[in-house]
C-alpha cells in the first residue's frame, strides 16, 4: 500500500511538469518492444532497419501491438503471432472511429 501511494505521488508530480504527449514520448522511448529493442527507434531499427520518421503506416501499427506483450510478439521469434496482434490494434482503432474497416483492412494487406 505504501508503495502504491508513493507511485501516486510521483505520478502526480511528473504530470505538472509534462504534457500527456511528452510523458507518452519518454514512455515510447523507454519500454521494451522485444527481441532486446528498447524505445521505439531500436525497435524501428531493429525489426525494420529505418528510423521512426521513415516508417510506414502498417509498420507503426504493428510495433503498437508489440509491447502489451514483447517477447510473445516479438517479430523475429513469433511473426504470425504479432500478425495476429496487429490485427486486434487495428480492430480496435476501427471501433474507435479512428480507422475505417477498409482503411484498417488496406493497412493488414500491407503488412503482409
Same mark, same amino acid.
Given at each position: 500500500?505504501?508503495?502504491?501511494?508513493?507511485?501516486?505521488?510521483?505520478? %502526480?508530480?511528473?504530470? =505538472?511538469?509534462?504534457?500527456? +504527449?511528452?510523458?507518452? +514520448?519518454?514512455?515510447?522511448?523507454?519500454?521494451?518492444?522485444?527481441?532486446?529493442?528498447?524505445?521505439?527507434? =531500436?525497435? @524501428? *531499427?531493429?525489426?525494420?532497419? #529505418?528510423? &521512426?520518421?521513415?516508417? !510506414? =503506416? @502498417? /509498420?507503426?501499427? *504493428?510495433?503498437?501491438? %508489440? &509491447?502489451? @506483450?514483447?517477447?510473445?510478439? !516479438?517479430? =523475429? /521469434?513469433? &511473426?504470425? %503471432?504479432? #500478425?495476429?496482434? *496487429? #490485427? /486486434?490494434? %487495428? $480492430?480496435?482503432?476501427?471501433?474507435?472511429?479512428?480507422?475505417? /474497416? +477498409?482503411? @484498417? $483492412?488496406?493497412?493488414?494487406?500491407?503488412? +503482409?
Amino acid at each position: 500500500m505504501e508503495r502504491k501511494v508513493a507511485e501516486l505521488f510521483v505520478a %502526480l508530480r511528473i504530470e =505538472d511538469h509534462y504534457t500527456k +504527449e511528452e510523458i507518452f +514520448e519518454l514512455y515510447a522511448n523507454t519500454i521494451y518492444f522485444g527481441s532486446g529493442y528498447y524505445g521505439i527507434y =531500436d525497435a @524501428a *531499427m531493429g525489426y525494420y532497419g #529505418k528510423p &521512426p520518421s521513415e516508417l !510506414s =503506416d @502498417a /509498420q507503426v501499427i *504493428m510495433l503498437a501491438g %508489440l &509491447p502489451n @506483450a514483447p517477447s510473445a510478439y !516479438s517479430l =523475429d /521469434q513469433n &511473426p504470425q %503471432l504479432a #500478425k495476429q496482434r *496487429m #490485427k /486486434q490494434v %487495428l $480492430d480496435r482503432m476501427v471501433s474507435c472511429s479512428i480507422l475505417s /474497416q +477498409e482503411e @484498417a $483492412d488496406l493497412l493488414f494487406e500491407k503488412n +503482409e
